[in-house]
Every structure is written in structure tokens, then in C-alpha cells.
């Protein structure tokens, strides 16, 4: 693609520094802001490289200006690129869609701090703990917060002037036990100021601190034989001591550290991100980050990175991440666990980011079946390495019983669904003998030699349940037919569900728990059910025929009298001859007798 020279000129002038670029359409509007570590050899790269994604060809043919912005190091691009794709949504970024007002745990700027929860954030100087995506974790922290302190909860102004001057009575929450009445001055703003402080530390995750102070306290209370006073801090420490071994899940030695992970299919990303103080997760939060230009997991974690700190407001020093990150982040470095405690807090992590997208694809499934439907035909595409969506999928598979009744069964997805009506049996013809190779070429030929004769639509896909031989096999029907090329060919093997692409002696490596592998399973599974039972029919109707047929005398046609009225050989030969006699005659019913009950 030929660059304009008003843009080569813009390019060539850029700069080898660290920061953001922004791309503008002919309309002067921003689609695309993307930060650089050189800002020079990343924009360059958008017109030197030749793009395989169409959005990326669409985008870099939009593009009539850029614009760029140079800052010290790669975090401040980071900080910069997100805050503004934020304030424009250029059309090309990342999406992140997450539109939830989440709840914090408010201490208020007064004299004698409330501490509250809210989901409104003013600021006036108040201090706010959050946001916490479980209002139940919250509400548990806060219902701590009451049993171990006395606070007040009414909103008076208890300036130093107005309790002097006694404007002011103590409520029913004094009388409870649960203030200590500040409103008429009965609890100091000092005593009080010292419970806001272990407060602050507790709704931090600091709880090991404030149990020590506590402990520190209560030696002293007992010291001085004050042991009613003791009494009641060994009281508070024990209620800390629960509540901190309920939340504790791994090693209370991690602190302070930041836990991120991602899950994603063709669609979007789902970034998980959770918080560590003290061994326990004090805030957990899952994003989903919709694609754009089929950015790679990496590009996504670096927005959410950046996005979910600036957030939460996070200053840990440690970040644990599932791969190796090449974006820096100021005063924190990344770590990948690789075994031990951190390891599984990952691998937490880990599984709340694929939960929250099978979630994502549950509820998509159910509210819009058809975009479900193309985004797992879409990955399906993108696993396989196709030339295009295989929205017409067909599966073969062969059954035989001991060498007998050989036969085949062939299935039709269209737009990933079973086309029941498009399902086909084959007897084997050409066959002799249990040769699950030749009886696959011979009913992949039979079946698109037909369509092509009645020029029918063909697939995109074909699969073919069994391994290298089977593949190789449809190979050769395809070959004779000219189709090699037209349509795509895959073969599944049973035992370790290995995909085999045609002339790679390697499996194609497809994620275990992927939809793609699902909806291949799905079709081998059905094609298979859809043969035992085409096959069990004809080995039931061959048992019949073989244990019928060889009555002396006895027709077709008296056998399918027989048949009608008995439904089955077993009940023809349990019947007395009276009864026999009814359907078929005395004679004829007299030879069937005496065949299942010969004299002794």
C-alpha cells in the first residue's frame, strides 16, 4: 500500500523517544491511539508491513494525519494511551465494556469520622476504600468494623463549639452500647481518632498490624490488673483473628501484591485482577475488552493493567501475570509464579477470567444463538487455519460388528447445528471384510461424486472421525474427484482427541476445553451415534432374517404377518399354535410350531 507523501514526511520526523501517537480519518476525527516505546519504528510499521487482519488494512487506509505526543518513559505512554482512549473511544481501540458503579467504604472528612459505604465518590477531602465488586465481601468488613469499634452513625456537626455548648443528646446507639456518645463529649476526639487509624489499617488488609497493637494493649490492661478492659480487647482480637483466617486463602506472607490473568476467544478479552494483602484477596474485579484489530493477549493485559491499577488506585510493587511482559510499569516489576503459593494464586486468577467468559458465552448463547453461533465458527477458522468461515460442516464415521454388516454415517452441521434432515446412511458395497480405510474412500467418493452430479452446495469442511489412515484415505476420494483444495479436510482421533491436519504427520495442538475442539467432538460424537444406530438396525433386521428364513415352507410374506402381529422372533416363539393359527393358518402355523418346539 502506497503511503501519501504528507504522511511519509510526518513519519520521517518522528522521533526514536517513548509516547502515544494518534491516528485522524479525512474528517479530522481520531480512530486509532497507540502508545510506543520508539515512536518512530511503530507508526513506520503500520505502512512498511503488509497486514493480514482486514480491520488493520482498513485502518491504516483511513488514515490522513497523525498526531503524536512524546513522554519520559513507556509507563507515562501507558497512563496517556489509556486515559485517552477513554475520553475519544477511537473506533479501532480496545472496548472496554464495563459500565457498573461498584461500591467503596467511605471515611468522612469530619470531626469524629463516620465510616460508611457509598457509590458515590465526592470529593472533599474524604478518604475511599474500594471499589469492591462484592457487596457482600464489603458488607462483611463493615458489620467487623461494628463489632469491634463504637461509632457514631448520626451526621450532627460535633464541632468543638457545639458540644461545649450542649446542642446536642445522646440517641438510642449510645444507649445500645454501640456509641460512645462524642455528641455530648463523653468519648475524646483523640480516643476516637485512635479507632479510625485501626480501622483505616483493617479495611486496608493490614490486619496482622492490628492485631499486634491490640495484643501490645491488652498486656498492658492486664499489667495494670484492668482486666475488664482486657477482657474486651482480647474480645476484639479474637473477632480479627476469625475473620482473617476466613480470608486468608495461601500464604500470609504475600503482600501487597497484584494478581492479573486473562481468558479470551476471537471476540474479546477477559482480564481478572486481584488484589493481595497479607495472603488474602481484598479486591477482585473481571473486565471484558472487546476486540478491535485481533490484538494479542499481551496488548490486552497491558490496557487492563493499566486501566484496573489505575482503578483501585494500586500501589503494589509486585505483579504476578501468567507470561512475560515487555511494557514497564513504574515502581512495580512482573513476576510469572512457577510453583508453590504463588503459583496457585494465579492459577485463582486464572480460572475466574475463564469462568467469566463461559458466563459471557452462556448469555450470549442464550440471548443471540446466531452471533454465538459465527464467533465459535470464527475461532473454529482462525484454529484450523481456513480460508473461510466453514459455516457447512460434514463428519464421517465407519461401524462394523466383528468384520459384519459393515456401514457409514455421515452428518451435517450447517452454521454450527445438526441439519438432521442432510444426515445420510451408507451401506458398504465394495468392501469385503472389516477395511475401515477403504470403506471410508469408498463413501467420501459416493457421497461428492453425488452432489457434485446433482450440484448440490459442497461443504467447507469436512471431518473424519479416526487418525492418519482414515484422513489419508478421504484423501484419495477427494483427489479422484478434483476437490483437493476445494474443500478443507480434517481427521479426529479418538484416544487423545489429536486433530490431523492432511500431509502433517504432527496433531494440530487445539486448547482441550476450547469451543473450537467442542463443536468438533460435538460432530464426531453425533456421527457416530447416528451409525451404531443405522448399524444396529441392520444387524437386528439381519438376526431376524437369518432365524426366520430358514423355516421350511414359511414365505416372505407369512413372516411379515408373523412379524406384525408378534413384534419380535421371541414372542413367535413363546406363542402357542392357537395363536399362530389366528394369523397365518393351521398349516403354516403347525410348520412355525413345530420349527421352535421340535418333539423330543
Not at 56 to 68: E, F, H, N, S
Not at 349 to 378: C, F, I, T
Not at 403 to 425: E, I, L, M, Q, W
Amino acid at each position: 500500500m502506497a503511503t501519501p507523501e504528507s504522511l511519509q514526511n510526518i513519519i520521517k520526523s518522528l522521533p526514536n523517544k517513548p509516547g502515544i501517537y494518534q491516528y485522524f480519518d479525512g474528517n479530522g476525527d481520531i480512530i486509532y491511539v497507540g502508545k510506543a516505546k520508539n515512536l518512530k519504528k511503530r507508526v513506520s510499521s503500520y505502512f512498511t508491513k503488509q497486514h493480514t487482519n482486514g480491520k488493520t488494512y482498513v485502518l491504516v487506509k483511513k488514515i490522513a494525519d497523525i498526531k503524536t505526543m512524546i513522554v519520559d518513559t513507556e509507563h507515562d505512554a501507558l497512563l496517556l494511551e489509556n486515559s485517552l482512549i477513554k475520553k475519544y473511544q477511537p473506533r479501532y481501540n480496545i472496548q472496554l465494556k464495563d459500565d457498573k458503579t461498584f461500591p467503596w467504604i467511605c471515611i468522612k472528612k469530619e470531626r469524629f469520622p463516620r465510616v460508611f459505604s457509598t457509590r458515590n465518590v465526592v470529593h472533599d477531602g474524604s478518604e475511599y476504600f474500594g471499589p469492591y465488586t462484592s457487596v457482600k465481601a464489603m458488607n462483611t468488613l463493615l458489620d467487623l468494623v461494628k463489632q469491634l469499634y463504637s461509632l457514631r452513625t448520626c451526621n450532627y456537626n460535633l464541632s468543638e463549639d457545639n458540644i461545649n455548648k450542649g446542642k446536642f443528646k445522646v440517641c438510642l446507639e449510645y444507649h445500645l452500647g454501640n456509641c460512645k456518645g462524642p455528641c455530648e463529649g463523653l468519648q475524646t476526639e483523640e480516643d476516637y481518632q485512635t479507632n479510625i487509624q485501626e480501622i483505616r489499617q483493617i479495611i486496608k488488609g493490614n490486619i496482622a498490624s492490628v492485631g499486634k497493637e491490640l495484643k501490645q494493649l491488652m498486656q498492658q490492661f492486664s499489667a495494670n490488673f484492668e482486666f475488664e478492659q482486657a477482657q474486651v480487647i482480647k474480645e476484639k482480637i479474637d473477632l480479627l483473628e476469625k475473620y482473617q483466617a476466613r480470608s486468608t486463602i495461601v500464604n500470609p506472607s504475600i503482600h501487597n501484591v497484584d494478581v492479573f490473568s486473562i481468558a479470551s476467544d476471537i471476540k474479546a478479552g477477559y482480564v481478572n485482577y486481584m488484589r493481595i494483602v497479607n495472603g488474602a484477596i481484598v479486591q477482585g474485579h473481571t473486565i471484558e475488552l472487546k476486540k478491535k484489530l485481533d490484538e494479542s493477549d499481551e496488548t490486552l493485559m497491558e490496557y487492563a493493567i493499566a486501566e484496573l491499577r489505575q482503578r483501585f488506585k494500586s500501589l503494589s510493587t509486585t505483579v504476578y501475570v501468567p507470561f512475560e511482559m515487555s511494557m514497564q510499569l513504574e515502581g512495580a516489576t512482573f513476576h510469572v509464579p512457577q510453583r508453590g503459593d504463588k503459583k496457585k494464586l494465579l492459577g485463582l486468577s486464572q480460572r475466574n477470567a475463564r469462568y467469566y467468559m463461559l458466563e459471557k458465552h452462556q448469555q450470549e448463547k442464550l440471548v443471540n444463538p446466531d452471533r454465538h453461533a459465527n464467533r465459535v465458527l470464527e475461532t473454529l477458522k482462525k484454529d484450523l487455519r481456513l480460508k473461510e468461515t466453514p459455516h457447512h460442516i460434514e463428519c464421517f464415521d465407519n461401524s462394523n460388528f466383528q468384520g459384519t454388516n459393515a456401514v457409514a454415517a455421515c452428518v451435517v452441521f450447517k452454521n454450527a447445528k445438526p441439519s438432521k434432515k442432510d444426515y445420510r446412511h451408507f451401506n458398504i458395497k465394495t468392501v469385503e471384510g472389516p477395511d475401515d480405510f477403504a470403506s471410508m474412500e469408498e463413501v467420501v467418493f459416493r457421497r461428492y461424486r453425488r452432489l457434485l452430479e446433482e450440484e448440490e452446495p459442497l461443504p467447507q469442511l469436512i471431518v473424519i472421525d479416526g487418525g492418519k489412515g482414515q484422513l489419508n484415505a478421504a484423501l484419495k476420494s477427494l483427489k479422484q474427484l478434483d476437490l483437493i483444495g476445494t474443500i478443507a479436510i480434517i481427521g479426529i482421533a479418538k484416544k487423545l482427541e489429536e486433530v490431523y491436519l492432511p500431509g502433517d504427520s504432527i496433531p494440530l495442538y487445539i486448547d482441550k476445553r476450547s469451543e473450537s475442539l467442542k463443536l468438533i467432538q460435538n460432530l464426531r460424537n453425533e456421527a457416530h451415534r447416528f451409525g451404531i444406530t443405522h448399524h444396529r438396525q441392520k444387524r437386528s433386521k439381519n438376526a431376524i432374517q437369518s432365524e426366520l428364513t430358514t423355516i421350511e415352507g414359511v414365505g416372505e410374506k407369512t413372516l411379515q404377518k408373523l412379524l406384525r402381529a408378534f413384534k419380535s422372533v421371541k414372542r413367535i416363539k413363546a406363542a402357542p399354535e392357537a395363536e399362530l393359527s389366528e394369523v397365518i393358518g393351521k398349516s403354516k402355523a403347525a410348520v412355525v410350531f413345530k420349527h421352535f418346539n421340535p418333539p423330543n
